[in-house]
């Protein structure tokens, strides 16, 4: 067992534990034959042989070692050195320079939340060192991209690590049956053996979307095989698109090639997606809500117009999370009738316009909030008051 501050090839002090994924442990170390003070912390991986662990993870963790020394990027961590270590079993162990950070799993954890317009910022950088590994010569899959193995570096930069899962190209033509990558990021053809540069892709866009709604995308709900993401976040119609794009169940539905998604999401381009129309009406008004009581431009969409019962039957407590005021004129006997009657009509226009709402399946659940309230506990309270101010018509009559 490892301990912390013991020496390892009278080279490297470990020191913190970044990872264990019970076959292989990563550690922060201090490379005490450094130059540079700068240059002292490495990361060291580890994998002892031997019980669980078997050929096939020597096999890819030789493969991490090899195609680590062959990389020259600066968003991948630049390899240093790889050891065997035979004490009672048998360790190997990959050095590399340590990227000072947090990777993107850590800031999620703490709560962090990505807006679009950095989700597109982090989407391009990951392209970009994509594009770099994937144009190689024989080309590399990395098959692993998920936010634990995504660094933001102290520079802001976006760095790409855990080669431990990459395929050589060269290596293997066709089927490959040494299965890699984690469930939720990998794309089906990938449990299969058969990952192909899409296979980044999709990974890169469930990754995107772990970011946009802070849940992994194992614990998102799927329909025909698809991540269904669309109604937890409000995106531009582009966005959403490209996103859909990278995320397609069959590989030869996406982007082929890393600079295909990068131009689409560069220029903004919309993608043709068999039911984008359907899409466009939707987001547009989604992107209206909360606009203005006043703003004449605004779209409402025509599927949330109707009669509010919520509003007509509960109008005192309705306006208040609605952030409808004109509601405040109910309250006033003289016109409290009126007024009511006014809610239960333009209610539903008027909550869209004052509110901003996610989305417009969330504005329906609210209104059905309401209405249910409004049947309950509302309509006997409005049947009493109507009687009450028809009896006092019929008293002042007669
Ligand atoms: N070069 C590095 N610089 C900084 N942190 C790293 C580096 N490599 C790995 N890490 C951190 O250690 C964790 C585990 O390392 P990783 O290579 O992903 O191991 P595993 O193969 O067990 O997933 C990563 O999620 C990341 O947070
Ligand atoms: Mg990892």
Not at 92 to 109: A, D, H, M, R, T
Not at 155 to 162: A, E, G, K
Not at 219 to 239: G, H
Not at 278 to 307: Q, R, Y
Request: charged share 20%; aromatic share 12%.
């Amino acid at each position: 067992m490892l301990q912390t501050e013991q020496i390892l090839q009278d080279r490297y002090q470990i020191q913190r534990q970044l990872g264990n994924n019970g076959i292989r442990q990563t550690w922060l170390a201090k490379d005490l034959q450094a130059t540079e003070e700068k240059n002292s912390l490495v990361v060291v991986k580890l994998l002892a042989f031997g019980g669980a662990v078997q050929w096939d993870d020597l096999k890819l963790f030789e493969r991490e070692g090899q195609i680590l020394k062959q990389l020259n990027h600066p968003f991948i961590p630049k390899y240093i050195d790889y050891f065997c270590i035979d004490d009672h079993s048998l360790w190997f162990g990959l050095v590399q320079e340590y990227i000072p950070g947090e990777s993107l799993k850590e800031k999620l954890v703490n709560g962090e939340r990505f807006t679009e317009n950095k989700v597109r910022k982090i989407a391009v950088k990951i392209l970009k060192i994509l594009t770099y590994l994937h144009e190689l010569n024989p080309g590399v899959l990395h098959r692993d991209i998920k936010p634990s193995n995504l660094i933001w570096g102290e520079n802001n930069q976006i760095y790409l690590v855990d080669f431990g899962a990459v395929q050589d190209k060269a290596a293997k033509e066709g089927a490959t049956f040494t299965v890699v990558g984690t469930y939720g990021y990998a794309p089906m053809e990938q449990f299969g053996g058969r990952a192909v540069p899409a296979s980044d892709l999709y990974a890169l866009g469930a990754t995107l979307i772990h970011l946009l709604t802070g849940l992994p995308p194992a614990d998102l709900p799927q329909k025909d095989l698809r991540i269904q993401f669309a109604d937890r976040v409000s995106l531009s119609l582009s966005f959403e698109n490209w996103l859909q794009k990278l995320i397609e169940p069959a590989p030869e539905q996406r982007f082929s090639h890393t600079h295909q998604a990068l131009d689409a999401l560069k220029s903004g381009e919309m993608v043709q997606q068999k039911n984008a129309i359907k899409h466009l009406d939707i987001k547009e008004v989604i992107n209206n809500s909360g606009c203005g009581l006043f703003n004449k431009d605004a779209t409402v969409p025509e599927e949330i117009l109707g009669w509010n019962w919520g509003a007509f039957l509960m109008p005192w407590f309705w306006m208040w999370p609605n952030n409808v005021w004109y509601g405040l004129l109910c309250f006033i006997p003289q016109i409290g009738l009126i007024t009511t009657i006014y809610l239960g009509a333009k209610g539903n226009e008027w909550a869209w316009k004052s509110r901003r709402w996610r989305s417009i399946e969330q504005f329906k659940q609210h209104q059905r909030g309401w209405a249910i309230a409004g049947i309950m506990i509302g309509a006997p309270v409005s049947i009493m008051i109507w009687m009450g101010v028809f009896a006092m018509l019929i008293d002042s009559i007669f």
